[in-house]
C-alpha cells in the first residue's frame, strides 16, 4: 500500500512538471532533435515511434515489451510520469531511454532515474550521440533533425 501511495505522489510530482517548461525553447539547447534519437533506437529495437494512445497521448517508441519514452538529460524526472502513463496505456511494461549529449557531466542524471526505476520496476537505458552515427561535420542521418537546419553565421 505504501509502495502505491509513493508511486501515486511520485507520477502527480512529475506530471505537475510537464507543463512548467515549453519544450521548444528548451529543446533549442541542442544541436540533434529528440525526434533523431527515437528515430535510431527505435529502429535499432524494432519499435513504432509516435504511437497513439487512446487518449491522444503519443510513445515515442512502442517495443514488443516496452512503451518507451525519451527525454533530454534534465527532464529526467519528467520521462519517469509520461513512461507510467504509457505503460498504463498500452498494457507494456515503462521504459525511459536518456539522451545524454555530454556523459561525463550528465551521468548524475541518469543515475537518479536508474535508482528509481529499480525501485519502480521502470526500465532504464541511456543513449549518447554514437547513436546518431553523425557524419564528419556532426550531422546526424535523419533529415528532419535540427542540426541540418543550422545555420551558418
Not at 509502495?3 to 521548444?24: D, R, V, Y
Not at 497513439?52 to 517495443?63: A, G, P
Not at 519528467?78 to 498504463?88: K, T
Not at 561535420?137 to 553565421?153: E, L
Amino acid at each position: 500500500m505504501r509502495k502505491e501511495f509513493g508511486l501515486s505522489i511520485l507520477i502527480s510530482m512529475f506530471l505537475l512538471q510537464t507543463c512548467s517548461a515549453s519544450e521548444n525553447d528548451y529543446s533549442k539547447a541542442f544541436r540533434h532533435s529528440e525526434a533523431s534519437y527515437q528515430q535510431a533506437w527505435c529502429s535499432a529495437n524494432g519499435g513504432i515511434t509516435e504511437y497513439q494512445n487512446k487518449d491522444h497521448t503519443r510513445v515515442d517508441c512502442l517495443t514488443k515489451t516496452n512503451a518507451v519514452e525519451f527525454d533530454f538529460a534534465t527532464k529526467w524526472a519528467e520521462s519517469i510520469g509520461q513512461a507510467l502513463h504509457y505503460g498504463i496505456m498500452t498494457g507494456k511494461k515503462p521504459k525511459v531511454v536518456l539522451i545524454l549529449d555530454n556523459p561525463k557531466s550528465q551521468m548524475a542524471y541518469y543515475n537518479r532515474l536508474k535508482q528509481i526505476g529499480e525501485l519502480y520496476d521502470i526500465e532504464t537505458e541511456y543513449v549518447t550521440n554514437d547513436i546518431l552515427e553523425l557524419n564528419g561535420q556532426g550531422n546526424c542521418p535523419y533529415q528532419d533533425c535540427k542540426c541540418h537546419k543550422v545555420t551558418k553565421k
